[in-house]
């Protein structure tokens, strides 16, 4: 049974900060793996789609890697901000969606 | 532009009730999903389906029904709402295949009182 745990499961950071949120899966077995953000209340933004084949993306400030043999991903935020505060997930897509539990980021101004 | 929408974003209604959340997307896309998601909490799938009158139940039990009747719309309907209901309803949507991800809508907080 696929597992996907995220760590650490809250994270303060002064403002200004290069930070990094870890995922782990159990089975490497997956077509993909995307990160999310969800501000509080709201819904999801997807932040970033890694495909099974493919090593990183990058979108402004964010890179995620994706080691699949290892069962790992990598967000990495450059230059935080107070806007980034926010709750970031992880899912792996093998057929259906599976989340981890999030990571609570606050960035202190 | 290409969207996934929610209605209503917060809904407060009382015990018996019936209601409908609408979720509709205008991306073509063949597959939509439901989750609930209490507050603090992970993501939940109860409902989902592959195309037009083509539905599922998810990995967590509801008491809600679904409908897929036009490829762009998937409703959620409970029929006596209770406040057990009280939750957040995010409604997603992907297209078919192994290489695409999901968009999320902004999600509907319902109370019941």
């Known amino acids: 049974k696929q597992e996907v745990t995220q760590i650490p499961a809250a994270l303060s950071v002064p403002e200004g900060e290069n930070l990094v949120l870890n995922c782990s899966f159990t089975d490497s077995a997956i077509y993909n793996l995307q990160w999310f953000r969800q501000d509080p209340g709201k819904g999801l933004t997807s932040l970033l789609l890694?495909?099974?084949?493919?090593r990183e993306q990058t979108s402004g400030r964010l890179n995620a890697s994706l080691d699949k043999s290892s069962g790992r991903s990598t967000l990495y935020i450059a230059a935080s901000q107070p806007g980034d505060s926010a709750t970031y997930l992880c899912a792996v897509f093998t057929g259906k969606l599976i989340f981890g539990q999030g990571t609570t980021l606050q960035v202190k101004p | 532009e290409a969207d996934i929408y929610q209605t209503p974003r917060y809904l407060v209604i009382g015990t018996g009730k019936k209601i409908t959340l609408e979720c509709s997307q205008t991306m073509g896309h063949d597959k939509m999903y439901w989750y609930q998601q209490d507050p603090g909490m992970e993501l939940h799938l109860i409902h989902y389906?592959?195309?037009?009158?083509?539905?599922e139940k998810g990995d967590l039990s509801s008491e809600s029904t679904v409908s897929r009747i036009r490829t762009e719309h998937f409703p959620l309907t409970l029929e006596s709402a209770r406040p057990s209901h009280t939750s957040q309803y995010l409604c997603a949507s992907s297209a078919a295949g192994e290489n695409y991800g999901y968009t999320f809508g902004s999600g509907t907080r319902l109370t019941v009182v």
């Open positions: 389906s592959y195309g037009v009158n083509s539905t």
């Open positions: 890694i495909q099974s084949s493919q």
